[in-house]
């Protein structure tokens, strides 16, 4: 099932609204202790799109969680977590459950698994202990958008 794109989805209250015009680069989740803090959850859930890919269309957000050169984007009424914008790399970070498209949610990769909780688990076809590294980012991408169901 495709996605029609562009795509948009909204926060909790629908105060923030986002779209979203080219599928994702990959999708993941992150174990670590930070993602199971953020999202009160076992993991978080990412699609990486194009930052040119995204807007911010409708309302306010302020920044939570890190602050830095990595900021985590929140609604600014109702504070759900939307986005990470990274100062470094040329994609945002969406949380796809924002999104009316389910197989966004679905993880590709998972990282930090050296910290998941035991009985988390995820349809992830890579695994790795932390993030991969950035020279295997390349193959993983290209194996994603040969196979994935994301577009």
Aim: hydrophobic content about 40%.
């Amino acid at each position: 099932m495709s996605v029609s794109l562009p795509i948009e989805g909204a926060c909790m209250c629908g105060e923030c609204r986002m779209r979203v015009s080219l599928a994702p680069i990959i999708t993941m989740a992150c174990h670590c202790k930070g993602c199971q803090k953020l999202s009160a959850s076992a993991f978080s859930l990412t699609a990486m799109v194009p930052a040119d890919a995204f807007e911010l269309i409708k309302g306010a957000t302020r920044i939570g969680a890190l602050h830095g050169d990595n900021p985590y984007h929140y609604c600014a009424k109702c504070l759900n977590w939307l986005y990470t914008s990274l100062a470094s790399a040329p994609f945002v970070n969406v949380r796809p459950t924002m999104f009316d498209a389910p197989q966004w949610s679905t993880p590709f990769i998972e990282s930090y698994i050296s910290e998941k909780l035991p009985w988390a688990k995820t349809p992830a076809r890579h695994s790795f202990e932390q993030f991969p590294a950035p020279d295997m980012y390349g193959w993983l991408m290209a194996e994603y958008a040969a196979g994935s169901a994301a577009g």
